[in-house]
């Protein structure tokens, strides 16, 4: 299953790099920018953490949230946080149910590993539905901000 443009966002309930539950539901009456990594302290996940970082003042502008979602732990997710100083809550996916729901799930990766999130990019807006889609194949790339942005404008 994947999530389109159109859909309403599949509900979901996760722990956070503090360990406490983060749902999508806690974000209604506000846009989301829901992103996907496949692993903690690789070169292009951190690269878009920290380019997500550096742009936090723009999307909170722009009324909207920022939420990563990868299959590591919450401990794992607390220490790239820290190491990073990422301003956005980091969502641990251990059990790859949320991955999966969203069609944002490698069967296969790298290393042998499988069950890792796909390098994706969701706009959810203050109704929960999604606005922007975009699962990329490769996990060299990384999403279209800009289009992410264009979407998040056009919604205010």
Do not use: H, W
């Not at 790099?17 to 829901?34: F, I, P, Q, R, W």
């Not at 496949?38 to 949230?65: H, W």
């Not at 149910?97 to 796909?118: N, P, Q």
């Amino acid at each position: 299953m994947s999530v389109k443009v159109g859909d309403k966002a599949p509900e979901f309930t996760l722990f956070s790099d503090e360990k406490a539950t983060v749902s999508l539901k806690d974000y209604e009456g506000k846009n989301v920018v829901l992103l996907f990594f496949p692993l903690a302290f690789t070169g292009v996940c951190t690269k878009e953490m920290c380019n997500t970082r550096d742009d936090i003042a723009y999307y909170q502008g722009l009324n909207a949230s920022v939420l990563a979602v990868s299959v590591d732990s919450p401990f794992t997710l607390e220490k790239f946080k820290a190491e990073q100083n990422l301003n956005f809550p980091l969502l641990s996916d251990f059990n790859k149910t949320v991955s999966g729901e969203y069609g944002a799930l490698y069967k296969e990766f790298v290393l042998g590993m499988s069950g890792v999130s796909k390098r994706s990019a969701f706009v959810i807006d203050k109704e929960g539905i999604v606005r922007y889609a975009e699962v990329l194949s490769n996990a060299g790339e990384l999403p279209n901000f800009e289009a992410i942005k264009e979407t998040l404008s056009s919604l205010n």
